[in-house]
């Protein structure tokens, strides 16, 4: 059974462009999270997508915005990057009837030039 | 707004020494509280988790009591082993209205290394 996957693992962008990541949630997971690590912190929530709708979003700006298929798999997309968005993002599945569980992926780890 | 707060690390210890990793918690309503760990190179896993005053998680050797009085979820292992190596992280989640959990709200964590 895989678990949760994201890609690309890393990437480079240089200020200003965008940035789409991607994470397809655990078999039987319909709920997708996007959290933002930065270096040596905890992970912050981004926002949370159930049924292809946000259902609930962090104190993040605009120029993140999201997507959810209706096969569960989501984007994560960031506009007019900016150095400070360099973090690790985690993709994080669960079942909306189960709750606490979290299962989170390896991560894509973006760094900003 | 909700908060957690982590014992600052690096955590350094030799195999089979007691292991503490303070936490403690700031939430208006009636949180659960997890702890996760992050090996290196892997995503975050549970690790376990409490949802109501003086629930113990329990898992791995390693426990967790869910303390309301003094706001706390302390982390503790009687022997660690250098394979707990790893950053932990002290969470808090309140319950969505429509079921499931609202979002996670992590401490920053605390790096653990065990040597032989």
Known sequence: DAGVTQ?????????????????????????????QQALGQGPQFIFQYYEEEERQ???????????????????LNVNALL??????YLCASSS?????????????RLTVL | GDS???????????E??????????????????????????????LLLKATKA????????FEATYRKETTSFHLEKGSVQVSDSAVYFCALSDLLFSGGYNK??????????VHP
């Open chain 1, 96 to 108: 909306g009837q189960i709750t606490g569980e979290l299962f989170f992926g390896e991560g894509s």
């Open chain 2, 54 to 61: 003086d629930d113990k998680g329990s898992n791995k050797g």
């Open chain 2, 16 to 45: 089979e020494a007691f292991l503490t990793i303070n936490c403690t918690y700031t939430a208006t309503g009636y949180p659960s509280l997890f702890w996760y760990v992050q090996y290196p190179g892997e995503g975050l896993q």
């Open chain 2, 4 to 14: 957690v707060t982590q014992m600052e690390g690096p955590v350094t210890l030799s």
């Open chain 1, 83 to 88: 150095l400070g968005d360099s973090a690790l």
């Open chain 1, 7 to 35: 890609s690309p693992t890393h990437l480079i962008k240089t200020r200003g462009q965008q940035v789409t990541l991607r994470c397809s949630p655990k078999s039987g997971h319909d709920t997708v999270s996007w959290y």
């Open chain 1, 57 to 75: 979003r962090g104190n993040f700006p605009d120029r993140f915005s999201g997507h959810q298929f209706p096969n569960y798999s989501s984007e």
């Open chain 2, 104 to 113: 996670l709200i992590f401490g920053a964590g605390t790096r653990l290394a």
